[in-house]
Every structure is written in structure tokens, then in C-alpha cells.
């Protein structure tokens, strides 16, 4: 019962420092998608992506890289660590509506990555 | 950008207690879904409303959806301490896959 696996839990970066937050989901969901969680903000979606080889910008992209070369495998990276993106940062899975004979999907979230930079 | 708001923001109660949060946007959503987070783990969806005016029960939480699709609400009857945690709204927008989510509601239910 893997469903979507995050690592690291915990990361301490400093300033500059780049790094890849590691997602993977064995549900065979083509939509996956990386939040983060600030308190009072709720989650706000980084990039998301519908398909292997497909990705595209969420509402907060900037100082994120992704790329979806399978469909099990989603990595976020941090190119130059800011302050600002010390953050609870949550990776996601759906399954298709339509091809689930369902109106909506549903998020499978993972356990999360707790980063703090300096 | 569509935003989702809800209220109130902190709640705190007595167990046996009844409460009621909002969710409320001034956008349309094709659906509407409630997770709720416990600390140190993801969410996890409770319930998707679709139609306007639909309610929906699951146990002791009864889940509403406005008639315009704009707003719901999660009124929980006789809470308990198990049901504290952090309860979020998620507007799904067109192909049932862009989820955009309030700031939540973060329950307190003492025993």
C-alpha cells in the first residue's frame, strides 16, 4: 500500500543551495502535482502534470523545476534555495475523470517534505 | 485566479459539540471536495459535492453544496476529539483536475 512516497521528510538547506524533492506514486495515475503548505495559505499548486512528458505552471512556479519522464516519477527542483521557499511541501496523484467513469478526480497526497533554508 | 475563502479560520470545542465551517468563492466550480489533514500527513478527501443544492452524509459530518456552486459548508454533529485536524475546501475546476484549495479550517474538539 505505497500509494504516493516522498523523500526526504526533512531537509536544512542554506541559501543557494540547490536540491530535488523526490515524488513517486505506483497507482498508475497520469495527473500528478507539487504544493506547498504555508500556515494561513493554505496549499498552493507549484506545477503540475497530466501525462509523461507533459508539466505546466501552477500558481507559485517560480524557483521550481519539474519533469515527468515516467508516469510513476515526479521531482521537483530547487535551482537556488531562498528563505521564502522554506515551506511543507506536498506532492499529489490523480487518476483521469473521464477515464475512471467519474465527474472529478480525488488527490492522493504523500506524508510530505518539511524544508527549511537558512 | 479563482480563490477560495473559508470560515472561521480557528475553532475550538467541546466535545459534543456541534459546529458548522464555510467555504465560500466568487467563482464556479464544476465540484467541490473537503480533505481533512491530520498533523504530519497529507489530506485526505473526505467527500466530492457535484450538483447545486446537493447534501451529502458520511457518519456525523453532513457536507453541502450552494445551489450557484460557488459555496459549501461541513456541519458536524456531536464532534468528537478524533475529528480535530485541519479541514480544506479544493474547488475542482474544468476535466474534474484543477483543484484549488481555501486556507482551512483548523479543528480543536477538547474532551
Known amino acids: 500500500n505505497a500509494g504516493v512516497t516522498q523523500t526526504p521528510k526533512f531537509q536544512v538547506l542554506k541559501t543557494g543551495q540547490s536540491m530535488t524533492l523526490q515524488c513517486a506514486q505506483d497507482?498508475?495515475?497520469?495527473?500528478m502535482s507539487w504544493y506547498r503548505q504555508d500556515p494561513g495559505m493554505g496549499l498552493r499548486l507549484i506545477h503540475y502534470?497530466?501525462?509523461?512528458?507533459?508539466?505546466d505552471q501552477g500558481e507559485v512556479p517560480n524557483g521550481y523545476n519539474v519533469s515527468r519522464s515516467t508516469t510513476e516519477d515526479f521531482p521537483l527542483r530547487l535551482l537556488s534555495a531562498a528563505p521564502s521557499q522554506t515551506s511543507v511541501y506536498f506532492c499529489?496523484?490523480?487518476?483521469?475523470?473521464?477515464?475512471?467513469?467519474?465527474?472529478?478526480?480525488?488527490?492522493?497526497f504523500g506524508e510530505g517534505s518539511r524544508l527549511t533554508v537558512l | 485566479t479563482q480563490l477560495l475563502e473559508q470560515s472561521p479560520q480557528f475553532l475550538s470545542i467541546q466535545e459534543g459539540e456541534n459546529l458548522t465551517v464555510y467555504c465560500n468563492s466568487s467563482?464556479?466550480?464544476?465540484?467541490l471536495q473537503w480533505y481533512r489533514q491530520e498533523p504530519g500527513e497529507g489530506p485526505v478527501l473526505l467527500v466530492t459535492?457535484?450538483?447545486?443544492?446537493e447534501v451529502k452524509k458520511l457518519k456525523r459530518l453532513t457536507f453541502q453544496f450552494g445551489d450557484a456552486r460557488k459555496d459549501s459548508s461541513l456541519h458536524i454533529t456531536a464532534a468528537q476529539p478524533g475529528d480535530t485536524g485541519l479541514y480544506l475546501c479544493?474547488?475542482?475546476?474544468?476535466?474534474?483536475?484543477?483543484?484549488?484549495f481555501g486556507p482551512g479550517t483548523r479543528l480543536s474538539v477538547l474532551p
Open positions: 479544493a474547488g475542482v475546476g474544468n476535466y474534474g483536475q484543477n483543484f484549488v
Open positions: 467563482s464556479v466550480f464544476s465540484s
Open positions: 499529489a496523484s490523480s487518476y483521469t475523470p473521464w477515464t475512471s467513469g467519474r465527474r472529478t478526480g480525488e488527490l492522493f
Open positions: 497507482m498508475n495515475h497520469e495527473y
Open positions: 459535492v457535484v450538483t447545486g443544492g
Open positions: 502534470s497530466v501525462g509523461a512528458g507533459i508539466t
